[in-house]
């Protein structure tokens, strides 16, 4: 083939090629809009069922200020908790779920389970977890925070052993050449390189915490979550609208010393992006 | 010319942050005494729901006077925030934790967690008393029961699988309609594609602000409002998720596209391409693959979300877990159970494999 | 009258580093002239005010007679279009193809509508293939620019400021990520191209490259020009000024 007809033939391929990948994701589109029926018109015709909760945005009830602040406090703890109290077995559970670390045929086995079991853990929502705490230690906030433990422990377990899969080996080799011991070559070639890792990802996982926080209250889990539901179930929105400003507020500002915590632990000093107009 | 404004907001934050830590310091002991007062003597004001609590003036009492302490003790020159922040950088002989600020960390930390474990009231007791009650649920885990797995159940107008599907699509549109959305919004957001003209950066804050605010309300509480705009219903489940998903992956994508690097796209101008020309061959070529990383990504969490999201009325799987939970029917409850286990374990696998080619 | 008239160029980066001072030269249509200084001492600002990648403070560029400093869009745009140029990095388009990334040189022809939709006409993709045969790589083709390796790169980019069949090209720093073998085979492209008589202007920090290639130097320190003349006349002691006291000279030709 000469090389003029080589072109148009790879340059046809990529364009029908990429044509096909947009049908199939328009054709699962139309099969799902199919299904779930998103009727647009409806958010029209139906507006005015909302108007009261937009309404209450002009007029808040701000007496449930006070009372809001406090579960807003309690809603963080529980999320600290969890978050703190997941920490250390992540920490343990991520060294025995890294495939680096366990060669040897029977940690081969305490691998597979360890990642096996927190994957399983980590596909089943904190709401679910929620519900089955609830059940065994009734309403409140400790079954929330039991809820966010259990899969803090699992997301972070998987998150850690991933990320100290992926260490650079040669202080490994380096040191286990000395002939030090597991626990030996632990301290002093892994840990150094994870710390930084670790802690980017615990507050991470603090944030989503937060998140998940407020809303396992309406589940019964304690928290801002529970009474912005009850109130939204007797239709008090005025005081919803005021619930609801101060899961914004925490939430951002939450996310936010988040990210700049982690922009410094990753960058050490941190630059800004050049400023330039196209 | 373009003169850059220098913000005064990092300076006055590194001087009030000695403040900051004394208030916090403060806090701390005026709760333990708040939380003496409230154990031993006045248990006036406590209520089912916390055992913490003071008369309403209270609370802003206790907050202005734990801010008069701390400005006192700057005054006074006792201030241990200042103490622990400006410390010279001694030889690095001394360990962290007898520096100053590694005591006043440490302290923080154990403080903070000794009253997290009080107000999210964690009893260990309780779990081992209560244990014999969920004997029903952990039985009903292990035995689970699939009769309408994809048999239809007439309460429940329709099968555990159709529900399933359900569930993807819903998680699906919410995350196609939501990125695309995203794209323009992620441009918008941008600080260095919105710098220049006042109006630029006008549209740069509230975009910035839109997507903040939307971020910070979780879907679960997108779909109540939904619920009571557009009924119960999957269609009110997708347009939660679908907002939602839109502010995230705007913002993910805002920062992709702030990290863009400058060479290619200079190349492209100088060629004398047209604005839109350079963006669509200097700019886009180079946030793509991570775009198609934080889409999947998204997929997988409105999968995860889309599970639970009939709690409020979002249509979905959910509401066979819901509704058999409260017939206290815990084998099927199982059921339901190991299939979204199945279903996200499946999707978060297929998810990072696809992410892992990407990068 | 001058292909390229520079008058008083002055550029100041806020808030008060002055990169460009006073500059003031001529340029003939089909010179080879070699810019050389320290880094730092405003060649890459130089040659990016020429074709206004970056806005000079005070003072005019004037191109064929046309006015680049007060130039509007469209105007730039068309002045752009005749004057191509090639990056220190490559700056190409690293997850495209290598012949998409050549095509983009030709973007400011082609209609709204076919750039979006990256809908090349035959005869601009068989001229961008003729383009890297030019440069000796008609087989990479296919490949995604990031593939390549730097000399490769460096020669697509010369094909993609081919593509716009330039009356000037610009070059900041062609080989300074190139070992010295691939050096001189990127400047023998550039010479081969002036050859043809593309004007080129080149900034380069090696003295061996100028002498064998220039048939003008301008030497620059600090923003201020220092020589100018032929590349011959550059001294020991002229180097010295050129290059600070400290300087060493270097073999690489």
């Known amino acids: 083939m000469s090389d003029g007809e080589e072109i148009r033939v790879r340059s046809s391929w990529y364009f029908w090629r990429n044509l096909l990948v947009v049908l199939f994701f328009i054709g699962l589109f139309v099969v799902a809009l199919n299904r779930i029926n998103l009727d647009l018109t409806k958010l029209i015709t139906n507006f005015p069922s909302t108007l009261k909760l937009w309404g209450a945005f002009a007029k808040p009830d701000w007496s449930v200020l006070g009372e809001g602040a406090e579960l807003l406090v309690k809603t963080l703890y529980m999320a600290f908790m969890a978050t703190a109290l997941a920490l250390p077995f992540a920490i343990v559970l991520s060294f025995?779920?890294?495939?680096?670390?366990?060669?040897?045929?029977?940690?081969?086995?305490?691998?597979?389970?360890?990642?096996?079991?927190?994957?399983?853990?980590?596909?089943?929502?904190?709401?679910?977890?929620?519900?089955?705490?609830?059940?065994?230690?009734?309403?409140?906030?400790?079954?929330?925070?039991?809820?966010?433990?259990?899969?803090?422990?699992?997301?972070?377990?998987?998150?850690?052993?991933?990320?100290?899969?992926?260490?650079?080996?040669?202080?490994?080799?380096?040191?286990?050449?000395?002939?030090?011991?597991?626990?030996?070559?632990?301290?002093?070639?892994?840990?150094?390189?994870?710390?930084?890792?670790?802690?980017?990802?615990?507050?991470?996982?603090?944030?989503?915490?937060?998140?998940?926080?407020?809303?396992?209250?309406?589940?019964?889990?304690?928290g801002i979550g529970m009474r912005l539901y009850s109130y939204i179930n007797k239709w008090n929105f005025p005081k919803a609208v005021v619930m609801t400003m101060l899961i914004v507020a925490m939430v951002w500002g939450i996310d936010y010393l988040s990210s700049r915590l982690r922009e410094r632990i990753e960058t050490g000093g941190g630059e800004r992006s050049e400023q330039y107009t196209i | 010319m373009k003169k850059p404004r220098k913000s005064i907001l990092p300076d006055l934050f590194q001087r009030a942050k000695p403040l900051i830590l004394d208030w916090l310091i403060w806090g701390y002991i005026s709760y333990t005494v708040i939380f003496l007062l409230n154990s031993y003597w006045y248990t006036q004001y406590v209520d089912w729901y916390g055992t913490l609590t003071l008369p309403p003036w209270g609370w802003a009492l206790t907050v202005l006077g734990t801010l008069g302490c701390a400005l006192a003790s700057e005054y006074f020159g006792v201030s241990i925030g200042l103490k622990s922040l400006t410390e010279e950088e001694t030889p690095p002989t001394k360990p962290w934790v007898i520096t100053n600020w590694g005591l006043t960390s440490i302290f923080l930390v154990v403080f903070t967690f000794w009253v997290g474990w009080l107000t999210t009231d964690i009893n260990l007791g309780i779990i081992i008393r209560r244990a014999?009650?969920?004997?029903?649920?952990?039985?009903?885990?292990?035995?689970?029961?699939?009769?309408?797995?994809?048999?239809?159940?007439?309460?429940?107008?329709?099968?555990?699988l159709g529900s399933l599907v359900n569930t993807l699509f819903m998680a699906y549109l919410a995350t196609l309609i939501g990125g695309i959305l995203a794209a323009p919004l992620g441009f918008l957001g941008a600080r260095n594609i919105m710098g220049g003209s006042w109006f630029r950066r006008i549209f740069f804050y509230l975009t910035r602000a839109f997507f903040n605010v939307v971020r910070s309300v979780e879907s679960l509480i997108w779909a109540i409002v939904f619920a009571i705009w557009l009924g119960f219903g999957p269609a009110a489940g997708s347009f939660a998720l679908l907002i939602h998903s839109m502010a995230a992956l705007a913002k993910l994508f805002s920062e992709q596209v702030e990290a863009i690097k400058k060479g290619p796209i200079e190349a492209v101008q100088s060629t004398g391409a047209s604005f839109w020309q350079t963006i669509r061959y200097g700019a886009v070529p180079q946030v793509i693959p991570q775009y198609t990383a934080f889409l999947l990504y998204r997929l997988d969490i409105n999968v995860r979300m889309a599970t639970v999201i009939a709690l409020v009325g979002g249509g979905g799987i959910g509401r066979f877990f819901f509704y058999y939970k409260d017939q206290l029917d815990w084998e099927q409850v199982g059921a339901v159970t190991i299939v979204i286990a199945v279903v996200v374990w499946i999707l978060d696998w297929i998810s990072g494999k696809a992410r892992e080619k990407i990068v | 009258m001058a292909q390229l008239e520079i008058s008083?160029?002055?550029?100041?980066?806020?808030?008060?580093?002055?990169?460009?001072?006073?500059?003031?030269?001529?340029?003939?249509?089909?010179?080879?002239?070699?810019i050389i200084g320290l880094s730092g001492s405003g060649k890459s600002t130089l040659l990016r005010c020429i074709n206004?990648?970056?806005?000079?403070?005070?003072?005019?560029?004037?191109?064929?007679?046309?006015?680049?400093?007060?130039?509007?869009?469209?105007?730039?745009?068309?002045?752009?279009?005749?004057?191509?140029?090639?990056?220190?990095?490559?700056?190409?388009?690293?997850?495209?193809?290598?012949?998409?990334?050549?095509?983009?040189?030709?973007?400011?022809?082609?209609?709204?509508?076919?750039?979006?939709?990256?809908?090349?006409?035959?005869?601009?993709?068989?001229?961008?293939?003729?383009?890297?045969e030019t440069v000796g790589i008609p087989e990479q083709a296919f490949k995604r620019a990031d593939e390549l390796s730097g000399g490769q790169q460096q020669r697509v980019g010369i094909a993609r400021a081919l593509?716009?069949?330039?009356?000037?090209?610009?070059?900041?720093?062609?080989?300074?990520?190139?070992?010295?073998?691939?050096?001189?085979?990127?400047?023998?492209?550039?010479?081969?191209?002036?050859?043809?008589?593309?004007?080129?202007?080149?900034?380069?920090?090696?003295?061996?490259?100028?002498?064998?290639?220039?048939?003008?130097?301008?030497?620059?320190?600090?923003?201020?020009?220092?020589?100018?003349?032929?590349?011959?006349?550059?001294?020991?002691?002229?180097?010295?000024?050129?290059?600070?006291?400290?300087?060493?000279?270097?073999?690489?030709?």
């Open chain 2, 132 to 160: 014999p009650k969920t004997i029903g649920l952990w039985h009903g885990l292990s035995h689970p029961n699939f009769a309408h797995l994809i048999e239809v159940d007439p309460e429940m107008e329709g099968s555990i």
């Open chain 1, 96 to 222: 025995l779920g890294a495939k680096n670390l366990m060669n040897s045929p029977a940690a081969q086995v305490v691998y597979t389970a360890v990642r096996g079991i927190a994957s399983v853990i980590r596909s089943i929502q904190p709401i679910i977890w929620a519900i089955i705490f609830i059940v065994w230690v009734r309403t409140g906030p400790f079954p929330g925070v039991l809820a966010l433990w259990v899969h803090s422990v699992a997301d972070m377990t998987k998150l850690f052993s991933e990320r100290v899969e992926s260490i650079d080996p040669g202080p490994l080799e380096a040191i286990e050449a000395t002939g030090a011991g597991k626990l030996l070559v632990l301290v002093y070639a892994v840990i150094p390189q994870i710390i930084n890792p670790y802690l980017s990802f615990t507050l991470y996982r603090l944030d989503i915490n937060v998140r998940m926080a407020t809303i396992i209250g309406i589940v019964g889990g304690g």
């Open chain 3, 163 to 253: 593509m716009q069949d330039p009356k000037l090209l610009l070059a900041d720093e062609p080989v300074s990520s190139l070992d010295p073998a691939t050096s001189g085979t990127i400047m023998d492209y550039l010479a081969e191209i002036n050859n043809q008589g593309k004007t080129v202007i080149a900034s380069l920090h090696f003295l061996d490259l100028v002498r064998k290639y220039g048939t003008r130097a301008i030497g620059l320190k600090e923003g201020q020009i220092v020589y100018d003349g032929h590349p011959k006349g550059i001294d020991d002691e002229k180097f010295k000024e050129v290059f600070g006291e400290e300087a060493e000279k270097v073999h690489i030709a």
């Open chain 3, 8 to 34: 008083n160029l002055k550029k100041i980066y806020p808030p008060d580093v002055l990169a460009l001072d006073d500059i003031s030269f001529e340029v003939e249509k089909g010179e080879f002239l070699i």
């Open chain 3, 52 to 132: 206004r990648l970056i806005e000079p403070t005070e003072g005019s560029i004037k191109f064929e007679g046309r006015e680049v400093t007060t130039a509007s869009s469209k105007e730039l745009k068309a002045i752009r279009e005749e004057i191509g140029m090639i990056f220190q990095r490559f700056n190409l388009i690293e997850r495209s193809l290598v012949l998409t990334n050549v095509l983009t040189g030709q973007l400011g022809e082609l209609s709204f509508w076919r750039s979006m939709l990256g809908r090349f006409p035959k005869e601009m993709k068989q001229s961008a293939h003729e383009k890297l």
